[in-house]
């Protein structure tokens, strides 16, 4: 083999090695204070939503008003927990008397993690993207299980 393309495949390997740790890298940096994404209960979703909850309250035949039929939340069952890993793990950490929260994220410096790796704040403005009747101030209204939480990025120490 020349020399010049013994060089020339080892820099292309070397590329390739330290393209695959970019793209792996980030995932570990934790710099800056650590981000969650918190489940707080604001009430069942029958009463919430009748009592003039955020949504317009559409009721089933029978007079009720459940989260299936109320465009004012999101039906925690038609999220996914492979594409919303933090909500999904907020609301199995929380229960209808105390909030939940989900494992921690770090941004990182100089904002590289972000383009990088899935954040809380991907998966919020997700949510508000598909359910915009639904969204709450900072938050989205969820129902999970016969409650109602508030789903919101907090800061935490």
């Known amino acids: 083999m020349r020399r010049v393309t013994r060089n020339f495949l080892l820099a292309m390997g070397l590329l390739f090695v330290l393209l695959l740790a970019l793209g792996a890298l980030p995932g570990y940096l934790r710099s800056g204070d650590p981000y969650s994404m918190t489940a707080t209960p604001v009430g069942n979703d029958t009463a919430a939503n009748a009592a003039g909850g955020a949504g317009d309250g559409t009721a089933t035949p029978d007079g009720t008003v459940t989260a299936a039929t109320d465009p004012s939340t999101v039906d925690a069952a038609n999220v ?3 594409r919303y890993p933090y909500t999904t793990e907020a609301l199995a950490n929380a229960t209808a008397d105390s909030a939940g929260q989900s494992s921690r994220y770090y941004r990182g410096p100089v904002g590289l993690k972000g383009a990088f ?39 935490g120490t």
């Open 80 to 82: 996914s927990d492979r």
């Open 117 to 155: 790796t899935h954040s809380p704040f991907d998966e919020y403005d997700s949510l508000v993207q598909q359910y915009p009747a639904a969204v709450d101030g900072d938050a989205v209204r969820v129902s999970h299980d016969g409650t109602v939480y508030r789903l919101a990025v907090t800061q």
